[in-house]
């Protein structure tokens, strides 16, 4: 072996406490496999709950806990949830359509990898409270039961899906205006009093809200009314000041207001309606014509576009970089993206920069529109449109195969839009964990069956994952070379999987690295070492603790024990084992709790190189 190949793996296997892989595969192979304590709280937590099957006594427990999917199963009792709260595996709960009774304690919420739970349809009452909850719960239903409020809700950083309709609960619960990551919301059929919008999460950020069937009090826009639907703010005991205009009442020309309110409240809130209406000063948009002869694309009447609530200039030019002769202005982006529309706005993905939208270009040219927010680096002052201009044209160039594109740019007064490659398979989160955030697992596996092999849907094989890890090593060290001749890095600052997207070749693409913070290359690093974890055991969302668990794990030589189960089947016992078992070694290495002793990012390429020397034909050579 070459001198600088040995030196590599001598690094990899130092950091690795020098544990070979044969090592490593053969302890997790031996019959002394770790034992988990899961069965034990599992039978304790269900140990009151009739028709449930409990673990059989004694029964060897080598693999944790993971889901627990149990819906329409008959099951009457109430549950001891804070034993299911010492799962420190469990990730998705379904215990829906059940009649399980009584509170949830808080406890429960604390299993560090929780990430899905659904009790709805249930007899469950009381307070929900999140005290000190999993920080990854990303969809939580509880729908259909008699829970009278919930407290705590601000500390559910990750929520994205919220549905406690159905409910008896009379306040719209504090916390909710934190959960700014939240996308689809539904607090209907309870009895809940608030003021819209004030105590509801951004609206900016949804997707989906209902309140209908509540005592709420407010205004609705006219936007919110054509976002969310008419249906969404009907409710006979609500004060609510629906405002309409062309697109949802069907007349030309005007918007009106709809006051939906109980009867014997008529003539004030008509009254307070009408005062409202007096005080609005309606503005209009730019209204767009049909299509016109010979397939050309729509025309605007105005001369102004709203992009971001800001109207600018719809003559604004937009610069193709790679077609300069293609001839477009802003008005023809707002045609593409219709006057950039729900209907075409991107779900947002993790990115720091404003609203993203699809389009279809002359030319079958398949871009994502993105309106800028804040500074982005190696862009000049706001103020200064040529500067600004040239710093696009600069960006453009920066290019590397793991590195999505910037194909070209509109600079409309304040307002900049960034045109990229759209990509057809999305990003890395939504291909590796296959179902929609809010979906429950497809499996149904109780606990007298965990030691069986789950039955998933491969998200990949292992040569795909590994190729995914070793391009975003790839584009990562060639960000941290900077910019040509600068020899100033380019840090990422939020390397998460919803910023990698993936071309129709699996070949990763990272994204959303243009904008100044102050972090360090380490930073960097480190996220990528959770990234390799990720992809190696299939587990979303990583944290400090699940991290530091994780590392444990690789230290004791128990790796493997942590791999997808979904790569299981075909790769344990192969040579895809070993280079697992090395992948996890190299996050190890990148984890560091020190940044000092993390790898460079140009040292993990030759790293992972070593792990499979011979990389399929057609890949792109290392950023090293």
């Not at 909850?133 to 990303?138: M, Q, V």
């Not at 008005?331 to 779900?347: C, H």
């Amino acid at each position: 072996m070459p001198l600088h190949l040995a030196c590599r793996r001598l690094l990899l296997l130092l950091a690795a406490v020098a544990t070979s892989p044969a090592a490593v595969a053969e302890s997790n192979r031996s019959s002394n496999c770790t034992l988990f304590p899961d069965a034990e709280f599992v039978r304790a937590a269900f140990l009151n709950v009739t028709n449930f099957t409990p673990p059989l006594p004694g029964r060897r427990a080598c693999r944790p806990v993971r889901r627990l999917r149990f819906p329409s199963r008959k099951l009457i009792g109430a549950v001891n949830w804070a034993e299911l709260g010492n799962l420190s595996s469990l990730l998705t709960v379904d215990l829906s359509g059940n009649s399980l009774q009584g509170a949830i304690s808080s406890a429960f919420w604390r299993a560090p990898l929780l990430r899905a739970v659904d009790v709805s349809r249930n007899n469950l009452d009381g307070a929900l409270r999140f005290d000190d909850p999993s920080s990854r719960l990303a969809s939580l239903n509880v729908s259909g039961n008699r829970f009278t409020s919930a407290v705590g809700l601000a500390g559910l950083t990750s929520l994205e899906d919220l549905d406690v309709s159905g409910n008896v609960i009379r306040t719209a619960p504090e916390g909710l205006r934190q959960l700014t990551l939240l996308r689809r919301l539904d607090l209907s059929r309870n009895e809940m009093s608030g003021r819209f919008p004030d105590d509801l999460p951004p609206l900016g950020g949804l997707v989906s809200l209902n309140i209908s069937y509540n005592n709420f009090s407010g205004v609705v826009p006219a936007d919110a009314v054509r976002r969310f639907g008419k249906s969404a703010f009907f409710q006979p005991g609500n004060a609510l000041q629906v405002i309409e205009d062309d697109a949802t009442s069907g007349r030309k020309n005007r918007r009106r207001a709809v006051v939906i309110a109980p009867a014997a409240a008529g003539a004030a809130v008509t009254a307070a309606a009408l005062a409202f209406l007096a005080a609005c000063v309606l503005t209009r948009r730019g209204r767009k014509k049909k299509n016109g002869k010979d397939g050309k694309a729509a025309v605007w009447e105005d001369e102004e576009v709203v992009v971001g609530a800001v109207k600018v200039a719809a003559a604004a030019p937009v610069v193709v970089l790679e077609r300069p002769l293609m001839e477009l202005t802003l008005a023809d982006l707002a045609a593409a993206t219709s006057g950039f529309g729900r209907e075409s706005q991107l779900a947002e993905t993790g990115g720091r920069s404003g609203a993203a939208y699809r389009a279809v270009l002359p030319g079958d040219l398949h871009v994502v529109v993105r309106v800028v927010e804040g500074p982005l680096a190696g862009v000049g002052e706001e103020d200064d449109e040529a500067a600004t201009a040239a710093g696009f044209r600069e960006l453009a160039r920066f290019r590397h195969p793991n590195i999505l594109p910037l194909l070209g740019y509109c600079i409309a007064g304040k307002q900049k839009l960034l045109l990229f490659e759209y990509m057809e398979k999305g990003d890395l989160h939504r291909w590796l964990h296959e179902l929609p955030v809010g979906s429950m697992d497809t499996e149904d596996i109780g606990i007298d069956t965990m030691e069986a092999i789950e039955d998933r849907k491969p998200a990949g094989d292992w040569p795909t994952r590994y190729r995914v890890i070793l391009g975003i090593a790839r584009g990562l060290a060639f960000l941290h070379q900077g910019w040509a001749g600068s020899g100033r890095p380019i840090v990422h600052g939020r390397l998460v999987p919803t910023n990698i997207l993936l071309g129709d070749d699996m070949e990763p693409r990272i994204s959303d690295f243009l904008h100044p913070n102050d972090e360090t290359p380490e930073s960097d690093v480190y996220r990528f070492g959770t990234l390799v974890f990720e992809l190696v055991t299939g587990q979303a969302r990583w944290n400090e603790t699940s991290t530091s668990w994780a590392r444990g794990v690789i230290r004791n030589r128990k790796g493997l024990n942590l791999v997808d189960d979904r790569l299981r089947d075909e790769t344990m016992g192969t040579e895809a084992e070993k280079e697992m078992a090395e992948c996890l070694q190299v996050g190890l290495l990148c984890t560091a709790s020190s940044p000092e002793k993390r790898p460079t990012m140009q040292q993990v390429v030759g790293l992972l190189k070593d792990i499979r020397p011979a990389a399929p034909a057609g890949e792109p050579s290392p950023a090293s």
